[in-house]
């Protein structure tokens, strides 16, 4: 089975420029999660999906960074403008999980990341 | 809020064991441990329920003391493959049960021969 799915690698952009991610999980998992990993700061949730509604936008560090998930096979991520600060390695997770109220008993499957250098 | 990890890194020769520890300031539902390799992905390790449930995978298991909120992780007779950074994702308590993992800033393994 194919595992969870994102484009591009590697981005290299110029600050100001507008950046897309894109994910798509594994076919059936019911939850998708965006994260941000730097040295700094580790590994951070920034939104997380259930049945393509955002349950918790709350990690989303501003305005700048917005996420979709138009239907249960794609995902994206998009920073307007970018800058600098928001070079990072970006993952995308999923897995199945019941209707919110239960216990995440299920684990998270990870894509291979964007590396994102915002010039 | 983050969980703590401990240590940040520690380094094996192929063979001896190490723990390493996931505390958090929040009661919790279950804890998730995730290998990284350098420049890939976190890998699943295994999930932790109950307080006091013991899990394994290969020579690796792990322990969930909810009382004390806080997990650990046990290498037994390392290998070579066992090098990487190792994360602890906590599931807090929470009404909404919305299954979002915090996870600590992890602890770096390395193994040498």
């Known amino acids: 089975d194919a595992g969870v799915i994102q484009s591009p690698r590697h981005e290299v952009t110029e600050m100001g420029q507008e950046v897309t991610l894109r994910c798509k999980p594994i076919?059936?998992?019911?939850?998708l999660f965006w994260y941000r990993q730097t040295m700094m700061r580790g590994l951070e949730l920034l939104i997380y999906?259930?049945?393509?509604?955002?349950?918790?936008d709350s990690g989303m560090p501003e305005d700048r960074f917005s996420a979709k998930m138009p239907n249960a096979s794609f995902s994206t991520l998009k920073i307007q403008p970018s800058e600098p600060r928001d070079s990072a390695v970006y993952f995308c997770?999923?897995?199945?999980?019941?209707?919110?109220?239960?216990?995440?008993?299920?684990?998270?499957?990870f894509g291979d990341g964007t590396r994102l250098s915002i010039l | 809020q983050q969980p703590v990890q401990s240590p940040q890194a520690v380094i094996l020769r192929e063979g001896e064991d190490a723990v390493i520890n996931c505390s958090s300031s929040?009661?919790?539902?279950?804890v998730h441990w995730y290998r990284q390799k350098h420049g890939e992905a976190p890998v699943f390790l295994m999930i932790?329920?109950?307080?006091?449930e013991q899990k394994g995978h290969e020579k690796i298991s792990a322990s969930f003391n909810e009382k004390k909120q806080q997990s650990s992780l046990y290498l037994t007779a390392s290998q070579l493959s066992y090098s990487g950074t190792y994360f602890c994702?906590?599931?807090?308590?929470?009404?909404?049960?919305?299954?979002?993992?915090?996870f600590g800033k992890g602890t770096k393994l390395s193994v040498i021969p």
């Open positions: 997770a999923s897995s199945l999980n019941g209707p919110p109220g239960g216990v995440g008993n299920q684990p998270q499957h």
């Open positions: 076919s059936g998992h019911n939850s």
């Open positions: 999906f259930n049945n393509n509604v955002p349950i918790d």
């Open positions: 929040k009661a919790l539902y279950s």
């Open positions: 932790l329920l109950k307080g006091g």
């Open positions: 994702g906590t599931e807090k308590t929470s009404g909404a049960g919305s299954y979002q993992l915090t």
